[in-house]
């Protein structure tokens, strides 16, 4: 039986491909996907033509993007990133036939996996598999954001997720899938506050359902609005830490514009554009702020060790089960057959559809 596997082949047109199956080989095992995940960030930016990857190259030896050398070039065959599979078929003692794996290799409905070559995580069996979109991947991301946010504190002496955010009045900008992840994850290790602000309501509907507080930021200033609520002490209000979690410059700017003095923005998003919205000479400069990229290519430096993405992954999956009931019926907004995710994507990236995560149901 062929795979199908959806194919980004320019801005805005997306399709099902069909594939043949690669043949199963000493050493390797095959999955048949159940539910794939979208990302509303990564994959639409090349369903949108945004992705800095289609003008240039990242060379990895300097850490400085090439202009004029596209790394990527349509069509674009392996998109997204949160996947879940039962295994059909296996040869080698690695993974047993019937296990549920979580794994990241793109929106398609199987898939040829060496376990020396790619990511696997196999998912418990009281975990609704689901939720397991999130375990190899996009879960990670979050809490990785966590452990910045503990780094920040503790540097190289980090105990737990919770040292970044316990006891601690925290923000979250942008609620979409990453910010309402990584507020549930700084409330269930024990933050102080939670506070997500976004302008969608339908969105700040569903952070208020996992426990968090929620602002309209287009309701007044929302700066004034925190700095009101929080404060430690003469000249010192604000939110301890914030998490960035919206790709837009405004975005941080608002995240800086948030924080006490010397406080740290954890950024999780990506930027696709320029900057021209972000004051550094105002908030950032006068409060002595920083701001902390925490993308999932790096955990802080001196915790690699310790923190591999095997545990990031078992902290999403300790994470997930236990807000099991709010992320399916608040996160998880449209469950789509496969067979619509083309259409999906280009509503997706049109805005003419809007949801706060949408998995592919195969």
């Given amino acids: 039986m062929s795979e199908r596997v959806i194919v980004v082949t320019a801005p805005q047109h997306v399709e099902i491909r069909e594939q043949e199956p690669a043949p199963l080989r000493d050493g390797t095992f095959r999955v048949a996907t159940l539910y794939s995940g979208v990302s509303a960030g990564t994959e639409l930016s090349y369903v949108k033509g945004t992705n800095p990857l289609l003008s240039a190259r990242l060379d ?45 290799y793109g929106h398609r409905t199987g898939y040829l996996a060496d376990p020396l ?67 549930a994850f700084a409330i269930r290790h024990g933050a102080d506050s939670v506070l997500v602000l976004d302008e969608t309501s339908r969105r700040r509907d569903v952070a208020a359902a996992l426990g968090c507080a929620v602002l309209d930021p287009a309701a007044g200033d929302p700066a004034v609005a925190v ?44 930027y696709q554009g320029g900057a021209g919205e972000l004051r550094l000479g105002e908030e950032f400069h006068h409060n002595g702020l920083s701001v902390r990229c925490a993308q999932i290519g790096r955990v802080p430096r001196g915790l690699a060790a310790a923190w591999d993405r095997e545990r990031l992954s078992a902290e999403t999956i300790s994470m997930v089960r ?22 999906l994507l280009r509503d997706l990236a049109s805005r003419t559809r809007q949801e706060v995560a949408t998995i592919l149901e195969c």
């Fill in 322 to 343: 236990e807000c099991a009931a709010g992320i399916l019926r608040h996160v998880v907004t449209a469950v789509v057959p496969f067979d619509k995710g083309p259409e």
């Fill in 227 to 270: 700095k009101s609520r929080w404060r430690r002490g003469p000249g010192d209000r604000g939110a301890d830490v914030v998490f960035q979690c919206r790709g837009r410059a405004s975005a941080l700017h608002l995240a800086t514009r948030l924080l006490r003095p010397q406080g740290t923005v954890v950024d999780l998003a990506f």
């Fill in 60 to 104: 990895p030896e300097l850490g400085l993007f090439v202009p004029g050398e596209p790394a990527q070039a349509y069509p674009v065959e392996r998109l997204g990133y949160m996947e879940v599979g039962q295994v059909t078929e296996s040869a080698t003692p690695a993974v047993a036939e019937g296990t549920v794996v979580a794994m990241a």
């Fill in 117 to 183: 070559v790619d990511r696997w995580v196999p998912l418990p069996a009281d975990l609704d598999p689901m939720l397991g979109v999130y375990v190899a991947h996009a879960g990670p991301i979050c809490a990785n954001g966590l452990l910045h946010a503990a780094a920040d504190v503790f540097g190289a002496g980090v105990r737990d997720l919770g040292d970044g955010v316990r006891g601690r009045r925290v923000a979250v900008v942008g609620a979409g899938m990453i910010g309402l992840l990584t507020a």
